[in-house]
């Protein structure tokens, strides 16, 4: 049984980077051929797709975030990490991380960590 879990502060301010780590339990981040994918879900919205970091290390961002977005990770600890930089009250929302199948589908779900950007 796959299970991801997000970690980061739940408050930032604007103009700051927004920092989230997704620890996943139960199979490796390296396998053939899933996308560990970070989505969101502003107040009173649907979901946002922000990208993924693929089993091989490649990356794809939304072109909407893409100048704002970075996705990383450290297989020993079997983890990815998102960094959102100069964030602004929009970017206020439950940041997901989940894995994608190659039909771009998502079969797990971290539960969700809530980010409020404010001063």
């Known amino acids: 049984q796959v299970q991801l879990q997000e970690s980061g502060p739940g408050l930032v301010k604007p103009s700051q980077t927004l920092s989230l780590t997704c620890t996943v339990s139960?199979?490796?981040?390296?396998?053939?051929?899933?996308?560990w994918s970070w989505i969101r879900q502003p107040p009173g919205k649907g979901l946002e797709w922000i990208g993924y970091?693929?089993?091989?290390?490649?990356?794809y961002y939304s072109p909407s975030l893409k100048s704002r977005t970075s996705i990383s990770r450290d297989t020993s600890k079997n983890q990815f990490t998102l960094q959102l930089s100069s964030v602004t009250p929009e970017d206020t929302a439950v940041y997901y991380c989940?894995?994608?199948?190659?039909?771009?589908?998502?079969?797990?779900w971290g539960q969700g960590t809530q980010v409020t950007v404010s001063s």
């Open positions: 139960g199979g490796s981040i390296t396998t053939n051929y899933y996308y």
């Open positions: 970091i693929a089993y091989s290390g490649s990356t």
């Open positions: 989940a894995r994608g199948v190659p039909t771009m589908e998502y079969d797990y």
